[in-house]
């Protein structure tokens, strides 16, 4: 077998001669840039015309504009993925052997993978797009099956500089001009750091990571995993593989990635634009539906109440209810007859209205049926001149305009901050409907949302319909309009500053924008939309899902193919058959196909062994992957003095900088923040709670108070196993000695 290349001398000349590949693929792009330079200039040329806005366009016009557009969109489009920063992009080798020889007599092939696929002047192949399927036996190759590839080499690149190679041999007899050196790709890969961004694995992606990347596109494909096994990474390939495989179907339609965090989304916000796709919408569940940003987590027991389907029927109720202050009774005079409707037959007639429609289009329903519910007390003349009458009434329009009033979702969830309208819909013990009311008391009070939050605003959107304009009303022939916000007929407002200034307020906000002081406006700033639906959902950590969250998701996946990331070993999430339930309707009776990831690629094997220990105690049938890499350093586990432990947490932290280059995490409790935050200084160092560390990973963690993680998180001890796999080299934990539990770990 070939020897591995040792010799510096070896190493540059093979460096050199990759560099001269990839020069010559970057002056390809050059090229090519200019082209697009050219087709833009050519689209902003049609179009043009020397009529100075008299008359109409003709049609010849019409179509010089239409060309424009396309061929500027086509030339934007082209460029901006030209111009993009590629890590790497060319980052493969394939050295082939074929059975049969090419037109040249020779039976060897020579093929780069790369981001995106480049061609020369002769339209020859320099760079083959990693989704192509020319592309495949560079991930599907191994010495048991080598479909033909001699060796397979990794292109260690910064910028458009080569500075590294490492190579994988596929044949135990190769030719004697096949150089090998290195030792292997994913070995080099592994123990590089971690920085503050998860990195795409295009170069190293193993077969088994392969088959689920380019699996079909039909129905629901699950991806499971135990911790560091690169579930959220392989499933951020497969939706660039979807999107370059049925481009229309998927870019039109749109793909979806929700995670379980803000910090999620912006870990992950740079691997499908490093793989050529911008055009994904990265979503947390707090920012699922539009209009509503929400990072702040209830407290556990809150959100099961929010989270589990028993809140649907509090909901279903809800939307039922009259708006709070409005009127109680309508009195009114029609057709020279009295009109007197008290609150039973108010209610009977929303009630009615509510069986057929959704609150917010039901507005003329509701009309008629008061004029119906009137006539039976009249029953004098002409049925339908009377009813005619009742509805061109001014008083009924103003009452109707209070009673009947168009409703945001928002706003109708926070009735619920009202106790005892809570403990009147039923459905919740009274603890529960408690603390449910306590929750919006606080949402006034702080002028935020809760992730849980987001669900059932979505929820209630569905069931009230989008809200709708009333009719206008009738004004007088000379009476002025008082204009509250002027930007809505496409004008400025104008208004003196305290300088004496002139300052402009145009719609969206001014130079001068203000955020409101008042939390509700900030509740309910903005508007809500309806529920976009898209051609592909991929949920990363779906284990953390509520039932409620998974009805928010199905909504927007009525249509659509899913990729499904999780591990039930690390569920935030304690009823997992209730949300398995709401999961299921969310997919329908799409066929399912799913693919199991068993190597633990990030944690060093003494990390995760502590680890596992401490899930296979409490969940015996935790998925436990094998850990391929060893670093000869166990966790550090120490005991010491609440008083201090945050000085601790420093000199540790001191510490293990000094050991990792890329990031160092302590991950502790809310209740430690507050004295932790002074002490967790520097770019390298992060202080993070445990939830929001889901899918992310570090160089090195420092772990404060197990025990309080475990207290405090959902899922508990579950909690505790994500915290302590977060690290790929480094591990320490810190455990406060006037904690009752003894040991890492603990019960619930």
């Not at 008299?54 to 010849?60: A, L, M, S, V």
């Not at 780069?112 to 480049?118: E, S």
């Not at 910028?159 to 490492?166: A, K, N, T, Y």
């Not at 601790?648 to 302590?666: F, R, Y």
Request: net charge negative.
């Amino acid at each position: 077998m070939t020897d591995v290349v040792s010799t510096d001398r070896e190493v540059a000349a093979q460096i050199a001669a990759e560099q001269a590949h990839v020069d010559r693929v970057y002056d390809e792009l050059g090229k090519a840039a200019a082209r697009v330079e050219l087709v833009h200039a050519e689209g902003m040329s049609r179009g043009q015309t020397d009529r100075r806005g008299t008359g109409d366009p003709r049609e010849e016009e019409l179509a010089g504009l239409f060309e424009r557009d396309a061929l500027v969109y086509s030339a934007s489009k082209r460029r901006a993925s030209l111009e993009h920063q590629h890590e790497g992009l060319v980052f493969g080798r394939l050295d082939l052997e074929h059975d049969v020889a090419d037109e040249h007599g020779s039976t060897r092939e020579v093929r780069y993978v790369g981001r995106l696929g480049v061609r020369d002047d002769d339209y020859e192949p320099l760079v083959v797009d990693w989704r192509a399927p020319a592309a495949a036996p560079f991930y599907r190759a191994t010495p048991v099956d080598p479909q033909g590839v001699l060796r397979r080499r990794v292109l260690r690149c910064r910028g458009e500089q080569v500075v590294g190679v490492e190579d994988d041999l596929m044949v135990t007899d190769p030719p004697e001009d096949v150089v090998v050196v290195g030792d292997g790709a994913l070995m080099a890969a592994l123990t590089r750091s971690r920085g503050a961004q998860m990195r795409d694995i295009v170069a190293t992606i193993q077969q088994h990571q392969d088959e689920a990347i380019r699996a079909s596109a039909r129905g629901v494909t699950e991806i499971t995993g135990g911790p560091g096994t690169g579930k959220t990474v392989v499933a951020l390939h497969r939706a660039a593989y979807l999107l370059y495989s049925d481009r229309r179907r998927f870019e039109g339609g749109g793909v979806l990635v929700v995670g379980p965090s803000a910090a999620y989304t912006a870990y992950i916000e740079r691997v499908l634009p490093s793989l050529g796709e911008d055009s994904v919408v990265l979503r947390s569940l707090g920012d699922v539906l539009a209009g509503i940003t929400a990072t702040r987590l209830d407290p556990p027991a809150v959100a099961a109440t929010k989270g589990s389907l028993r809140i649907r029927r509090v909901l279903s109720r809800l939307v039922r209810e009259p708006i709070p202050g409005s009127p109680t009774q309508l009195r009114t005079f029609v057709g020279g007859h009295a009109i007197r409707l008290d609150l039973a037959a108010l209610d009977r007639a929303r009630a009615q209205v509510l069986r057929h429609h959704h609150r917010n289009a039901g507005y003329d329903a509701a009309v008629e049926a008061l004029a119906h519910l009137a006539w039976e007390q009249v029953e004098q003349g002409e049925r339908e001149d009377f009813v005619d009458r009742f509805t061109d009434s001014g008083d009924v329009e103003a009452f109707m305009r209070q009673w009947w009033a168009p409703v945001d979702p928002r706003e109708m969830l926070l009735w619920l901050a009202d106790e005892e309208l809570v403990r009147r819909l039923g459905g919740l013990p009274p603890e529960a409907a408690a603390d449910l009311a306590a929750s919006y008391r606080q949402a006034l009070e702080l002028g935020t949302w809760t992730v849980a939050d987001v669900a059932l605003v979505d929820d209630l959107a569905a069931r009230l319909g989008p809200p709708v304009d009333l009719p206008s009303e009738d004004r007088g022939f000379f009476e002025i309009e008082e204009l509250d916000d002027a930007s809505q007929y496409g004008v400025s407002a104008l208004r003196v500053g305290a300088d004496g200034e002139t300052v402009a307020a145009a719609s969206g906000g001014s130079a001068r924008s203000r955020v409101s002081t008042d939390p509700r406006e900030r509740l309910l700033a903005g508007r809500t939309g309806e529920a976009e639906e898209y051609a592909h959902v991929l949920v990363d950590e779906a284990q953390d899902l509520s039932p409620m969250q998974w009805r928010m998701l199905g909504r927007r996946g009525r249509w659509a193919s899913w990729t499904v990331v999780g591990d039930l070993a690390q569920a935030s999430w304690d009823d997992l058959r209730e949300a398995g339930q709401a999961r299921e309707e969310a997919f329908g009776t799409a066929p399912r196909q799913a693919f199991h990831m068993d190597t633990n690629y990030r944690n060093a094997r003494e990390i995760f062994e502590l680890a596992a220990r401490v899930i296979t105690e409490h969940v015996p049938e935790a998925d436990i992957p094998e850990a391929v890499r060893e670093t000869g350093h166990d966790p550090l586990e120490l005991s010491v003095s609440s008083a201090t432990l945050p000085e601790s947490v420093a000199e540790t932290v001191a510490d293990l900088c000094g050991e990792v280059a890329g990031q160092v995490a302590v991950i502790a409790p809310w209740s430690w923040h507050e004295r932790l935050r002074p002490v967790v200084t520097g770019d390298q160092v992060v202080l993070i709670d445990p939830l929001s560390t889901k899918g992310l990973e570090y160089d090195a963690t420092v772990v404060v108070d197990p025990d309080g993680i475990v207290a405090e998180s959902p899922g508990g001890v579950r909690a505790l196993y994500v915290v302590l796999t977060r690290a790929a080299h480094r591990s320490a934990i810190l455990r406060p000695v006037d904690e009752s539990a003894p040991g890492v770990g603990g019960g619930r």
